[in-house]
């Protein structure tokens, strides 16, 4: 099975879906988009897929967004695509692309909807909250 990730190291929420991924025993092809960045057709394609806007998919925490303005219900589509163009950060992550769909993973267990396979259990958040347990069943 073919998954894609377009992962931030720094947030948490994205390294708990990565191992959870991983832990699935798939082997996700990783994009660090802060590093490659984004382009218009990219961020489009996956907003139809996900079923988000520009506006849905704004980070608005821990991102530039308010210094840019961004959080006025006023700014449109097109001014926030373009600055998440210039500020891959804006972008809330992770978004997981399988075959039985694309998804922005926030919680991180969204991402169990996405996989052929549950994690062996125990798994647990890097919090220490626990996914699955012993018995390999969910529990959130």
């Known amino acids: 099975m073919s998954i894609?990730?377009?992962h931030n190291p720094a947030c948490g929420t994205s390294r708990n879906v990565l191992a959870i991924i991983e832990a699935s025993g798939a082997k996700p092809e990783v994009i660090d988009y802060l590093a490659t960045g984004w382009t218009r057709p990219q961020l489009l394609a996956l907003f139809a897929a996900t079923g988000l806007t520009p506006r849905t998919a704004l980070r608005t925490t821990k991102s530039p967004?308010?210094?840019l303005g961004l959080l006025d219900p006023s700014v449109d589509d097109e001014t926030l695509l373009a600055a998440m163009l210039e500020h891959?950060?804006?972008?809330?992550?992770?978004?997981?692309?399988?075959?039985?769909g694309v998804r922005l993973c926030r919680p991180s267990e969204t991402?169990?909807?996405?996989?052929?396979?549950?994690?062996k259990?125990?798994?647990?958040?890097e919090d220490g909250t626990p996914l699955i347990d012993e018995k390999g069943h969910r529990l959130v």
């Open 4 to 6: 894609v990730i377009h």
């Open 65 to 67: 967004a308010e210094e």
């Open 88 to 100: 891959p950060v804006l972008v809330n992550r992770p978004i997981v692309c399988t075959p039985k």
């Open 111 to 119: 991402v169990f909807d996405l996989l052929d396979h549950l994690p």
């Open 121 to 125: 259990g125990p798994l647990s958040k």
